[in-house]
Nanobody, 127 residues
Framework: QVQLVESGGGLVQPGDSLRLSCAASGFILGYYTIGWFRQAPGKEREGVSCISTSDGSTDYADSVKGRFSISRDNAKNVFYLQMDSLKPEDTGLYFC????????????????????WGQGTQVTVSS
């Protein structure tokens, strides 16, 4: 059974950076795409970024392109979301999910029905 634990959230000011981590266990490389999602109060859940564990391909939501970067440490089964130039609209609960490999930004939300996800880590961007 795949288990995911997120960490790294916090309260930061606009323009600051954060790096989120997603530690995966019970996990077989190559079978999943790891996706990062966020959920803000009063807003729809949004797929932010994803990375394939089979070929390392990545995808990003338009709202974070050029500011966020997803990466992986295969040896540790840890996946990262580097978030730079943070904006107040980036505020939300961020969680990672193990999705069917091949998931993209366009399919992530639907693919979540077939995945496993963690409890999330809160990111608040405020001055």
């Amino acid at each position: 059974q795949v288990q995911l634990v997120e960490s790294g959230g916090g309260l930061v000011q606009p323009g600051d950076s954060l790096r989120l981590s997603c530690a995966a266990s019970g996990f077989i490389l190559g079978y999943y795409t790891i996706g990062w999602f966020r959920q803000a109060p009063g807003k729809e859940r949004e797929g932010v970024s994803c990375i394939s564990t089979s070929d390392g391909s990545t995808d990003y939501a338009d709202s974070v392109k050029g500011r966020f970067s997803i990466s992986r440490d295969n040896a540790k089964n840890v996946f990262y979301l580097q978030m730079d130039s943070l904006k107040p609209e980036d505020t939300g609960l961020y969680f990672c999910a193990a999705l069917p490999d091949g998931s993209t930004i366009a399919t992530m939300l639907g693919d979540l029905d077939f995945g496993s996800w963690g409890q999330g880590t809160q990111v608040t961007v405020s001055s």
